[in-house]
């Protein structure tokens, strides 16, 4: 599907404006940004502007008028990047009023179709198109699509992913 931004003001009057030509899923923005106006939206893309496919990429797009920020990572051909979440820089800067919109990274799940394996992939959210600054291979294979959130200060104990771990049927 195509990425659209509607406005509504309080009087009733609103418009429309397509921000990709690119058929994109899953947009995610800065959560400090969320019910309110915000720029940049990171979204799961397709690899071709022609044709709808499964989403593989990552584009960060820019809702500004001139969409002079737009970016699009795209992996392997066999490779294939799921939802995508915006995750403010722990600086204390990150995702607030007072920070860069874009100030943070953007962490997704990749799956490898031919290897069957996932990774962890995190981009800094504002070079999108450099392509991931960091990649964890995960033990396993992960279902493409899984969808997530991202959950600040949640993190279990060595011990509770151990337990998870052992009961696993990826061992």
């Keep these: 599907s195509l990425l659209w931004r509607y406005e509504v003001s309080p009087s009733g009057q609103w418009s429309r404006r397509q921000l990709s030509d690119r058929p994109l899923d899953f947009p995610s923005i800065a959560p400090a940004r969320s019910g309110r106006r915000h720029r940049y939206a990171y979204c799961a893309a397709v690899a071709s502007t022609a044709r709808a496919g499964p989403a593989q990429g990552l584009a960060k797009v820019d809702a500004a008028e001139d969409a002079s920020g737009s970016q699009t990572w795209m992996p392997e051909p066999h490779q294939f990047l799921g939802e995508a979440l915006f995750v403010p820089r722990c600086s204390g800067r990150g995702g607030g009023a007072e920070a860069e919109e874009d100030d943070g990274y953007v962490v997704g ?5 031919r ?3 996932s990774e962890l992939l995190v981009f800094d959210a504002q070079r999108v198109a450099e392509g991931p600054i960091c990649r964890a291979a995960l ?4 279902p493409h699509g899984l969808h997530g959130c ?3 200060d949640l993190v279990p104990s ?6 998870a771990w052992r009961a696993s049927p990826l061992q």
Excluded: N
């Design 109 to 113: 799940l990749l799956f490898d179709g």
């Design 115 to 117: 290897a069957r394996r």
């Design 139 to 142: 033990r396993g294979q992960l």
């Design 150 to 152: 991202w959950a600040p």
């Design 158 to 163: 060595q011990e509770a992913v151990d337990a």
